[in-house]
């Protein structure tokens, strides 16, 4: 089980790498970096009927990469 655990992180943190635009200096980061600087973030989240919206901190550097990633990993439908 542990296996299977690792390799979906391992899969999820590739994905993420992949979908950072080349000009941004995480697009080459090593997978301990994009874990400190994107998936740990305090961020208030509202859901409402139609959609999620996400509040960053006011000082947070990343917030903007980290909508467009959102936006870049949704799964649109067919």
């Not at 899969?11 to 200096?25: E, F, G, K, N, S």
């Not at 400190?36 to 903007?64: G, S």
């Amino acid at each position: 089980m542990r296996l299977v655990l690792h390799t979906a992180a391992y899969w999820l943190l590739r994905t993420l790498r992949d979908a950072i635009p080349v000009m941004q200096p995480l697009a080459i980061g090593e997978f301990s970096t994009i874990r400190l600087r994107l998936l740990k973030i305090a961020v208030r989240i509202k859901e409402t009927a139609t959609r999620i919206k996400l509040a960053f901190a006011a000082n947070c550097p990343d917030a903007a990469l980290v909508r467009e990633l959102v936006g870049a990993l949704i799964l649109r439908p067919t």
